[in-house]
């Protein structure tokens, strides 16, 4: 009796403690690579010797998620030539399966160019571009952190006066 008692509220007490919740694995948020590409070169300013540029750097955002690109350092070449570098922050957040623009200024000496680059800037024709870099990028989600995408692209890009 005395052991059927014992079991008895073994038993009780058992199913009387409650279980604690199972917390939940984190899952693998699979990211994937945005893509980058030249939509347009603007001349903003020409003058004699140098005329400064900008070019609107298009980026698809992939993800069913929101991205901020942090940062991006960069070299843009035209015609197979350097034509410019530099490092941008804080750029600018990319709606989930969406695109966003952001713009780089930089400049072009006509006495360090080939001859064909001045040409095709002169006439406003396309130009034959290769942009490429790396990209910080931090998806807008909790405990995922920011990494790092390099990039290259190529293609034809028009060369246009920008509109004021």
């Given at each position: 009796?005395?052991?059927?008692?014992?079991?008895?509220?073994?038993?009780?007490?058992?199913?009387?403690?409650?279980t604690?919740?199972?917390?939940?694995?984190?899952?693998?948020?699979?990211v994937i690579k945005p893509e980058f590409e030249v939509t347009s070169i603007y001349i903003i300013q020409a003058d004699i010797v140098?005329?400064?540029?900008?070019?609107?750097?298009?980026?698809?955002?992939?993800?069913?998620?929101?991205?901020?690109?942090?940062s991006i350092t960069y070299e843009l070449f035209g015609n197979n030539r350097f034509w410019a570098g530099g490092t941008a922050n804080d750029l600018l957040q990319?709606?989930?399966?969406?695109?966003?623009?952001?713009?780089?200024k930089f400049t072009m000496n006509f006495i360090d160019m080939s001859r064909p680059l001045l040409d095709d800037v002169i006439a406003m024709r396309q130009v034959n571009y290769r942009f490429k870099g790396r990209a910080q990028v931090r998806?807008?989600?909790?405990?995922?952190?920011?990494?790092?995408?390099?990039?290259?692209?190529?293609?034809?890009?028009?060369?246009?006066r920008r509109a004021d």
């Amino acid at each position: 009796m005395r052991r059927t008692i014992i079991f008895i509220f073994t038993v009780f007490i058992l199913l009387s403690c409650k279980t604690q919740p199972q917390v939940p694995q984190h899952s693998v948020v699979e990211v994937i690579k945005p893509e980058f590409e030249v939509t347009s070169i603007y001349i903003i300013q020409a003058d004699i010797v140098v005329t400064e540029f900008e070019a609107v750097i298009k980026i698809d955002n992939p993800n069913p998620f929101a991205v901020e690109l942090s940062s991006i350092t960069y070299e843009l070449f035209g015609n197979n030539r350097f034509w410019a570098g530099g490092t941008a922050n804080d750029l600018l957040q990319i709606a989930p399966l969406s695109s966003g623009e952001t713009r780089f200024k930089f400049t072009m000496n006509f006495i360090d160019m080939s001859r064909p680059l001045l040409d095709d800037v002169i006439a406003m024709r396309q130009v034959n571009y290769r942009f490429k870099g790396r990209a910080q990028v931090r998806p807008v989600l909790p405990d995922v952190s920011v990494f790092n995408v390099d990039f290259d692209c190529s293609g034809l890009s028009e060369v246009k006066r920008r509109a004021d």
